[in-house]
């Protein structure tokens, strides 16, 4: 079992940057897979970004690329998404989701989750 918790969502203008944060407890942090995913009212929940157990190997969809950056800290037990220049499009609660799979492609792979945090950007 993992047990995931999300913070550091809020209100922010366009053009503005948050840094989400994800803490895990209950398995071994680095054996594991981790993401963040959104969803905003209406669309279904989406693969924002991932990094690997090593954190050698990231993947980001094409809507947050050279805005967003994720990372982790094995030591810390802890995943961040550093989110810059944010536009109103990014508004959507966020997930952070683990995955036993070394590479999940599919939403489904993914284990566990959060409860998520809102994220608001204005206009």
């Known amino acids: 079992q993992v047990q995931l918790l999300e913070s550091g969502g809020g209100l922010v203008q366009a053009g503005g940057s948050l840094r989400l944060s994800c803490a895990a407890s209950?398995?071994?942090?680095?054996?594991?897979?981790m993401g963040w995913f959104r969803q905003a009212p209406g669309k279904e929940r989406e693969l924002v970004t991932r990094?690997?157990?090593?954190?050698?190997?990231?993947y980001y969809a094409d809507s947050v690329k050279g805005r967003f950056t994720i990372s982790r800290d094995n030591a810390k037990n802890t995943m961040y998404l550093q989110m810059n220049s944010l536009k109103p499009e990014d508004t959507a609660v966020y997930y952070c989701?683990?995955?036993?799979?070394?590479?999940?492609?599919?939403?489904?792979?993914?284990?566990?989750w959060g409860q998520g945090t809102q994220v608001t950007v204005s206009s």
């Open positions: 990094i690997i157990r090593s954190g050698g190997s990231t």
């Open positions: 209950g398995r071994t942090f680095s054996s594991i897979t």
């Open positions: 989701a683990a995955s036993s799979r070394v590479f999940p492609v599919l939403k489904s792979e993914y284990n566990y």
